[in-house]
């Protein structure tokens, strides 16, 4: 399949009613959002939505996040809505932000991998909400890499992996916050967080004083245990390199790569002159976002480095760090070292 490459920062209207064109007639087009880049299908159409798996070489019970561009499309998606539900998108849409919610009847079986239950998010990156709006069909969209691959944060990192396998790359600018929504499920007893993302647990717990935060967040899953969301069972974002993610202060860490031989880091701003093994730095241990917005990028990045072990140090847990931590200790298949 040739996938056609969409320039949206010179020829922006073009771009955008061609990737509606495309998803109109059942087509898959990868779209830049707020986060990571999307793979977008019509939410209504079983084959297109059959059609992302396949791309993505995606688990089918790992069901995606259908995405609107009004409140009035909730409606259409979802079920039994709970007051709850409109106060949290008063307070974080659009954004980062994807609540679970009883499913509707029209969205396709397929998008929820066999769940009664729906995730909904309205993004607040311009594209891919005027996409949704001149198509007039919601877009169910999974990040667009390779399953198991870092997220894509560029339009190049969509083309690295899914070159020939999809329809569209609609080609935008970097993505500004770097690591998918924060996902709450508002469908159980209490509002529980799934995934954390650039929404903090500090800003949900203002409109939702009960969250719980799911235990899959910072842990690995035992065997049997079933996994409140699917995404969070699988091997994920992991970088060909040997990763290992590591705890402790900038002085531990710096002694610690440089005692190893043959290895990268991976390691903050503060500390990037003072070691002396390959390395990328992802940004300053003060600010959680800036880690966040490259996290996706350097675990890319780190396997044109050939080495066998990379070792990055791990964020502090605070804020958006809760996230940058969730996504680094899978990509390290969870081998943590605390110095
Ligand atoms: O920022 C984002 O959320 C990006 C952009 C493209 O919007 N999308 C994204 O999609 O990260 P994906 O498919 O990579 O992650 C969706 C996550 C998975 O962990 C999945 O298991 C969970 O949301 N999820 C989706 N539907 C669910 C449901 N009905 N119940 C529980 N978890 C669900
Ligand atoms: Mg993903």
Redesign the pocket.
Known sequence: MKTLKLDAVDNYDFAVKTASEILKNGGIVA?P????????ASAYSDDAIKAVFTAKG?PQD??????ISSLDMLRDIARDIPDVAYECAKAFWPG?F?M??P?GEKIAKS???G?????V?F?SEKT?CDIISTSGIPLA?????TSGRP?PTTAEHVIDDLKGKIDAVVMGKDCT?G?????V?L?GEKPRL??P?AVTVEQLRKVLPELVIDDAVLEQLKDGET??????KYKHYAPKTDAFLVEGCSNSFVNFVNSKDGCAAICFSEEYYSINVPKICYGSKRDESSLAQKVFSVLRDIDSFDVKEVYIHAPSKDGVGLAVYNRLIRACGFKVIRL
């Open positions: 779209v959002t707020e986060t990571v880049y999307g793979l977008a995606r790992n069901p995606l996040i259908v995405h980062p994807t679970v919610l499913k998008v929820s991998g769940l009664e239950t729906v995730a998010r993004p891919i969209a999974p990040s667009a890499n997220s916050v690591v998918e929504s924060t996902v499920s469908v799934l995934r993302g996994a409140a969301s699917p995404g969070m």
